[in-house]
């Protein structure tokens, strides 16, 4: 798979950036009833639940990343990620794994500890 980077926005209403070191894993679930955003994308991370959302607002995305609108086909129902860099204002993310069989089998494994 290509490298493909994404930025999770929104950290501030939730536990914000510091709870977040570089490598940690987090899980991406599309919102299609989301109310603001018809191409939400939640973003959880273990053990904390949700932790924002990727970022869909050109004054949101940092650096080379994708918005949530052109990352939303390519993700199925869910994918994974790893938090590359921590910023201030959100997380710089690269995908690792689509497809919700799969995000099922890592949100069972987290699920036993």
């Known amino acids: 798979m290509e490298d493909i980077f994404f930025t999770v926005t929104g950290c501030n209403h939730y536990y914000g950036t510091e709870a977040f070191k570089p490598k940690m894993k987090v899980t991406l679930y599309k919102e299609p009833d989301n109310k603001y955003d018809k191409e939400a994308i939640r973003v959880e991370a273990r053990a904390l639940g949700k932790i924002g959302y990727v970022a869909n607002s050109p004054y949101t995305v940092l650096g080379e990343s994708r918005s949530a609108g052109r990352l939303y086909d390519?993700?199925?129902?869910?994918?994974?990620?790893?938090?590359?860099?921590?910023?201030?204002?959100?997380?710089v993310c690269e995908l690792e794994e689509t497809g919700f069989e799969k995000v099922k089998k890592i949100y069972k494994k987290h699920r036993q500890y």
């Open 74 to 91: 390519l993700i199925d129902d869910g994918a994974t990620g790893r938090v590359l860099y921590v910023l201030p204002h959100g997380l």
